[in-house]
Each structure stands twice: as structure tokens, then as C-alpha cells.
């Protein structure tokens, strides 16, 4: 009988050194796979100013042609301290052959986003092929994500928007550290 007090019997997701090995086709973007944390700076002309955020990012995999990706964010103030949580998200990249990707992600905020691109030689490019929005969620047209692996332990996260009328321009950029 199933105890949902003890550890599930089957894993939900691996990292990199867990069995089963990653499938083939996640070769382009097995640099990414673990658990990244750093800081960034965001800015939109919709807000009165820049802000400093953290942010921690995982990619994970379970033997399939799939990463499951979360990320979640705080706001900092000038010292550093976190002021409170702020975007989250959750989604899946489906890797295809050729290094193409096809990402599916979704906020708590109400938008589901559907991207598309591809991961070569340490940086994955995605632009939106979709966007979904519940019906308060607030307008967004569209967006495109660049995760580029500098070394081994360095992960660079570049984020363009497009919402509330606004064409599509930079929002978030972050450097993040893989966490041991």
C-alpha cells in the first residue's frame, strides 16, 4: 500500500549523476542539468524602476527526451536582503533531434507559454511560438529566453518581453552559479 509519508517508490526526476543516464537527445543541453542560484537585474518601461531580484533555476531529467525545468525568484532590496517572493514558473522543454526545443511553461500568474528554438553548444534560444492567458492574467504578447552555459559552473539568463502594449525588449538578465 501506498504511504504518502515515505519516499515514492518510483523517482519523479533525476539529476545528472542518477541512473538512468540522460537520454540522447538531451546531448545539447546536459550542461544545463542541476540546480543554478544567483542575481539579476529586471526592468520594464510598465515599472517605475530597475530591481535587483535572486533567482534559482533546476533542470532535471528521468531517462526521457525531456527536461523538467522550475524557476523561482525574490525581490532584493539595495542591501541584498529578499523582500519577498516574485516569478515562479514551471514547464517542460521536449528536446527533438537536430538540437531543436520545444518548450511548454506556465506561471501562477496565469500565462502559458509555448516556445520554441534550439540549444547548441552551450546556449539554449527560445522564442514564443504561443502565449496563453487565463482571463485576468495580464497581456503578454510575447517572449524569448537565452540560457547560455559560460563554463561549467556559470549560467547567463537573458529574458525579452512583450506585454501590456509594449514590443518585445529586455526584461531579466542574470547570472547564476551551479550549486554543488
Do not use: C
Not at 533531434?97 to 506556465?106: H, M, Q
Not at 547548441?120 to 496563453?132: F, I, K, P, R, Y
Amino acid at each position: 500500500m501506498f504511504d504518502p509519508a515515505r519516499k515514492p517508490p518510483y523517482p519523479d526526476a533525476l539529476r545528472p549523476d542518477d541512473a538512468p543516464a540522460p537520454h540522447a537527445l538531451l546531448a545539447p543541453v546536459i550542461g544545463l542539468l542541476g540546480t543554478w542560484a544567483g542575481r539579476g537585474r529586471g526592468g520594464y518601461p510598465t515599472l517605475d524602476e530597475e530591481f535587483t531580484y535572486a533567482q534559482e533555476v533546476t533542470f532535471r531529467h528521468d531517462g526521457r527526451p525531456f527536461l523538467h525545468y522550475e524557476a523561482r525568484a525574490w525581490l532584493l532590496d539595495a542591501d541584498g536582503t529578499p523582500l519577498r517572493p516574485s516569478a515562479r514558473e514551471s514547464g517542460w522543454w521536449r528536446l527533438q533531434p537536430e538540437g531543436r526545443v520545444e518548450a511548454l511553461i506556465t506561471q501562477p500568474t496565469g500565462v502559458a507559454e509555448i516556445l520554441v528554438g534550439s540549444a547548441d553548444a552551450g546556449t539554449v534560444d527560445l522564442s514564443s511560438h504561443e502565449v496563453a492567458l487565463a482571463p485576468t492574467a495580464k497581456e503578454v504578447s510575447a517572449t524569448r529566453r537565452r540560457y547560455t552555459v559560460t563554463d561549467e559552473d556559470t549560467l547567463d539568463f537573458v529574458h525579452d518581453l512583450a506585454a501590456v502594449g509594449q514590443p518585445l525588449q529586455h526584461h531579466l538578465s542574470a547570472r547564476l552559479r551551479r550549486n554543488p
